[in-house]
């Protein structure tokens, strides 16, 4: 067997991990994309047009503040500087995955894992151990990235025939998938458990004391404060 034949395995076993990781969340997508296709009608955009909009930019947060920007009828530069904020969280997430790539890595590797770096995408990527390989990334994309926009397509194709608040309460299996990726390591890890109760507490205190600041702004500086709290009090050393 040649060196690139064992790197071809290799690469098919993490696609394969990666497609049957992004199932769940590919389902869970479908269903809170379902919700944002309501709010992209009530904008007057058709099925098509959010397709596309949740393909190229697969984030709830921004999309919903993107799609209220537009049934305000208001300026590119609102909706540009809204989305900016509300996505900025995503630049952390990209640079601590960037940290797990091997040198060897190839550049465009890098942009095409880049391009859809979601928060549950991040949680069971950044849980792997060892380097990062791009087509376990590529796996999950490609379950997600379609059940995201398919889901905004019917979503506005059903508009209001179904209750909003019905449609928002299936929402709630994204929280198991979210627990799933972080109790094994709390388990395993005082520190990780410390840490993710205060995050826990913190967000919680923080979304009553700091309303008036978007929420991807405030996942952003907890973030920072709790991560470099604890690398410093409890800093992880590199083993030889």
């Not at 009553?208 to 952003?220: P, V």
């Not at 907890?222 to 050393?237: D, F, M, N, Q, R």
Request: hydrophobic share 50%; aromatic share 10%.
């Amino acid at each position: 067997m040649t060196k690139s034949d064992e790197k071809l395995i290799t690469n098919k076993q993490a696609l394969s991990e990666g497609l049957r990781d992004g199932i769940p969340i590919g389902l869970g997508y479908f269903v809170v994309a379902f919700t944002l296709g309501i709010a992209a009608k009530n904008a007057g955009l058709t099925p098509f047009q959010g397709f596309l909009t949740s393909f190229l930019n697969n984030a709830s947060a921004g999309e919903y503040a993107a799609f209220t920007v537009i049934a305000a009828d208001a300026s590119y530069l609102e909706m540009v500087l809204i989305t900016l904020v509300a996505n900025a969280r995503y630049m952390l997430m990209s640079t601590v995955l960037s940290q797990k790539f091997s040198r060897e890595t190839p550049f465009y590797h890098r942009i095409l894992v880049g391009f859809d770096v979601t928060d549950e995408i991040f949680g069971i990527t950044v849980s792997r151990n060892g380097f990062l390989n791009p087509f376990y990334n590529y796996g999950a994309m490609l379950v997600a990235l379609p059940g995201w926009s398919i889901g905004t397509a019917l979503g506005i194709m059903a508009g209001n025939i179904l209750p909003t608040s019905a449609v928002s309460a299936l929402s709630v299996a994204l929280y198991g998938m979210f627990l799933a990726v972080i109790i094994p390591p709390a388990k395993s890890d005082r520190t990780i458990a410390l840490t993710v109760a205060v995050s826990f507490i913190l967000s919680f205190i923080a979304s009553y004391m700091f309303d008036n600041i978007s929420a991807g702004t405030r996942t952003i500086i907890l973030t920072i404060l709790i991560a470099g709290l604890a690398s410093i009090v409890c800093p992880v050393h590199d083993k030889k």
